[in-house]
């Protein structure tokens, strides 16, 4: 794209570069079509975000690229495609057609609706029936050279019986102005598939983060989910499973750490739609300085599923008094057939008894906060497959505790 | 340097509440001292000021180990000093192995000023073999290791995990906060005999019990009593048989006569 800033694009402007690419006809008229609604909306009313920091009109996108593929080639002999988006749509046209923007709907919001005209970086994922892709796929998402703003997209369909790791991940180092990240992630898991899923949001100082991630779960899928955000300045993400086959099961783990004056908000859903599905999801977060997180979860079970089975959990540690840390767990349920549903919820400072108890066997204060910390996020770091990336995530999480 | 434990004059609170007032006791190094006392005597609070709990105040007095005047040492440097707190309610850390905690206090102990920590960690060999032989001795079972710290651990394993520090960490002086409670005989044995092998010159022993019962196992050449804040008595392993025989209130109406 040109270096036009989004105050100075145009519909018109928009649609003469996806031409100028040679994307097919219905994915220049969707651009267009968001860039309307983009131009047409207002900020979106998000009463515990706090978009006043942006400006996002006077960013500007560039064509530029960040991201970083990494997975063994091996599975590309079993079947499973692994590409940039862009390099995708001469290939898997109809399946990226057929799928794109159905699990999270791009005109929702004037954020959505902008990703939705702007996109660049992007990767489509498909693994077929059967294929069970064993080694890890890790997709990298950073900020283009020279750029302050990035639209990524991942889009992953798993098909019948087939088993895969994904890890996505957004990275960048600290930014000297306000940058904006503004990701979508749709997992579309066919019956009976395996789908590990882990998601890693580590962007430096100054990004503000809003995203989509949904994962549809058919009949039997079976999905693990560990979800991780460290970074940011602002994070805003909406994030849902959606138990729509009979007998689907989630295990969802969160570990959020909000240190420094970072506000960082989730709002995990689980939808059950299915007979006989089963979630648990259990989200820990820790902050500390000023730092603010919410955690805006909810289960809404619809009025078509029977025999549900659901347990939703958060807990939050206090490392700071002027830390703060909002939990709005919800429960909808719309159906009178529910065969387990529970919730609990936690919130304190490090239990000074325990710090003592370590201390008098020679654990100095510091090292005992830290374990105590790296312990609560235990459960969720040890669901991380690739070792490297649990030693870098632990050590950008020590660095936090200590700061 | 002295390995005697001398407290002088000690008092302390918690809130407004006045517990110690004015202790006076020496522990000589190397050998098993005897606490007793009836309940809310102040027992528990003096072993949880020994360690530096942040809990209670010091309002007057001294504790005087190894040339140094503890009360101005964080607990952490008291432990490293050779003191070691046996607890009565041993705190659970949901999270943190068994195996990692005891690394990081024995990697504690091992450091020194000036020095890489990775260079005088212990070794990871080295530190699997003591764990190991610790366990055996303790009768506990290798999961053990893995376990989260006192997490969901019966009373019996959270006092056998005690001595397993204290075997590990191999401190110069041992205080005991009424170990025995909530101890089956067996555990109690297993305890005892626990202690008793580290017991000798090179470690002393503060015991502070209710009960003469875990003086049978663990045997002490002095015994002093501890009522309302003070120690009232000192003797020997006789003045504990008594203590058993007769109970408590027949002390209180010695003192009340003599005052």
């Known amino acids: 794209m040109t270096s036009l800033t989004l105050k100075e694009l145009s519909a018109d402007a928009i649609a003469a570069l996806s031409r100028q690419r040679g994307e097919p006809a219905w994915l220049t008229e969707r651009r267009s079509e968001a860039w309307s609604f983009f131009a047409q909306s207002g900020p979106p009313e998000w009463r515990r975000t706090d978009l006043s920091g ?55 919001h004037k954020f959505s609706a902008l990703r939705a005209a702007l996109w660049q970086d992007g990767v489509l994922l498909h693994v077929p029936k059967n294929v069970a892709a064993e080694t890890p796929i890790r997709v990298r998402y950073g900020l283009p050279a020279g750029s302050r703003v990035t639209f990524p997209r ?18 960048s180092g600290d930014q000297p102005a306000t940058a904006l990240a503004a990701p979508v992630t749709e997992i579309f898991a066919g019956p009976g598939s395996r789908v590990r899923f882990v998601s890693v949001q580590r962007w430096g100082d100054g990004v503000y983060h809003i995203g989509g991630q949904k994962v549809v779960l058919e009949r039997d899928a079976d999905l693990e989910w560990t979800s991780v955000a460290i970074g940011a300045k602002v994070q ?55 730092g603010y997180s919410v955690f805006d979860g909810m289960i809404k079970i619809e009025r078509e599923s029977t025999g549900t089975s659901t347990r939703l959990e958060e807990h939050a540690l206090h490392l700071n008094p002027g830390a703060r840390n909002d939990s709005i767990p919800g429960l909808k349920i719309d159906t009178n057939s529910v065969l387990k549903g529970g919730h609990a919820s936690t919130s304190g400072d490090v239990d000074e008894e325990q710090l003592f108890y370590m201390q008098s066997r020679g654990i100095s204060k ?28 632990e050590a950008a999480i020590e660095a936090k505790i200590l700061s | 340097m002295s390995n005697d434990l ?13 517990i110690l007032k004015g202790v006076n006791l020496t522990v000589q190094g190397g050998t098993i001292h005897a606490i007793m006392g009836p309940n809310g005597s102040g027992k528990s609070t003096l072993a949880s000021v ?81 764990l190991r032989e610790g366990m055996k001795l303790l009768e506990m079972d290798e999961s053990f290791a893995r376990r989260y710290l006192n997490e969901g651990f019966s009373g019996g394993e959270k006092k056998r995990l005690e001595i397993l520090q204290m075997t590990m960490l191999k401190p110069s ?10 101890l089956d005989i067996d555990a109690l044995r297993i305890v005892a005999e626990g202690v008793n092998r580290l017991a000798g010159p090179e470690m002393g022993v503060l015991v502070i019990t209710h009960y003469q019962r875990l003086l049978n196992y663990i045997k002490p050449q002095f015994v002093s009593v501890m009522m309302d804040g003070r120690i009232v008595r000192e003797g020997g392993p006789e003045l504990a048989l008594e203590l058993e025989e007769k109970g408590y209130d027949w002390l209180r109406e010695e003192l009340a006569g003599t005052a």
Do not use: C
């Not at chain 1, 991942?154 to 990275?171: G, K, P, R």
């Not at chain 1, 295990?251 to 939808?271: I, M, Y």
């Open chain 1, 54 to 108: 942006l400006r996002p009109e006077e960013l500007a996108p560039t064509t530029g690229t960040a991201l970083t593929l990494e997975w063994d080639e091996a599975l590309a002999g079993q079947g499973v495609t692994l590409k940039p988006l862009g390099a995708a749509l001469s290939s898997h046209a109809e399946l990226i057609k057929a799928r794109m923007d159905t699990a999270v709907a791009a005109l929702e």
């Open chain 2, 173 to 182: 002086m041992a205080v005991m906060d009424e170990t025995d409670s909530g």
């Open chain 1, 366 to 393: 510091t090292e005992a906060r830290r374990m105590i910390v790296m312990g609560f996020f235990g459960p969720a770091l040890d669901t991380i497959p690739v070792e490297a990336l649990r030693a870098e995530l």
């Open chain 2, 6 to 18: 001398v407290i002088k004059d000690l008092q302390a609170r918690i809130g407004e509440k006045e």
């Open chain 1, 236 to 290: 805003h993400i909406e994030a849902e499973t959606a138990l729509k086959g009979d007998g689907s099961r989630v295990n969802w783990l969160g570990a959020t750490f909000a240190g420094d004056a970072q506000k960082l908000l989730t709002a995990p859903w689980l939808r059950h739609i299915g007979h006989h599905a089963e979630s648990y999801m259990e989200f820990r977060t820790v902050v500390n300085d000023t």
């Open chain 2, 50 to 130: 020994i360690a530096g709990h942040p809990g209670y105040e010091v309002t007057g007095g001294e504790i005087w180990y190894r040339g140094q005047n503890i009360l101005e040492l964080e607990p952490d440097e008291r432990s490293k000093l050779g003191l070691f707190l046996a607890f009565q309610y041993p705190v659970s850390v949901p999270g943190v192995t068994v195996a990692n905690f005891l690394r990081a206090a024995i990697n504690a102990h091992r450091a020194e000023e000036g020095k890489d920590p990775r260079e005088t960690a212990i070794p990871v060999a080295e530190f699997r073999k003591q």
């Open chain 1, 154 to 171: 991942t889009l992953v369909i798993v098909e019948d019986h087939a088993q895969v790791t994904l890890i996505e991940e957004f990275f």
